[in-house]
């Protein structure tokens, strides 16, 4: 069974920085496009960015020229560099594939507040 596991997450201050990662057990990682999630309090969870397996990147409008996402596919791990970040950019953030949804990890709170 897959496992996908996130990391990084944090309480930083508006205009900060964090770097997260998603650990991805089995060969799936290198065979799909991967993509970050988020689920601000109250909302539903919602796209942030997903990489191609060639890491060729797509975000949503919200995030673009703020964060970067990034794949090592020897480590089978993904990356989301989280730039200016904003206090709308508070959420629980988590990793999927999304053209083979897999059973949720715990995901990674990333807090943005002064």
């Known amino acids: 069974q897959v496992q996908l596991v996130e990391s990084g997450g944090g309480l930083v201050q508006p205009g900060g920085s964090l770097r997260l990662s998603c650990s991805v057990s089995g060969s799936i990682f290198r065979i799909y496009r991967m993509a970050w999630y988020r689920q601000a309090p109250g909302k539903q969870r919602e796209h942030v960015a997903t990489v191609s397996v060639s890491n060729s990147p797509t975000y949503a409008d919200s995030v673009k020229g703020r964060f970067t996402i990034s794949r090592d596919n020897a480590k089978n791990t993904m990356y989301l560099q989280m730039n200016h970040l904003k206090t709308e950019d508070t959420a629980v953030y988590y990793c999927?594939?999304?053209?083979?949804?897999?059973?949720w990890g715990e995901g990674t709170l990333v807090t943005v507040s002064s």
């Open positions: 999927n594939v999304p053209d083979n949804l897999q059973r």
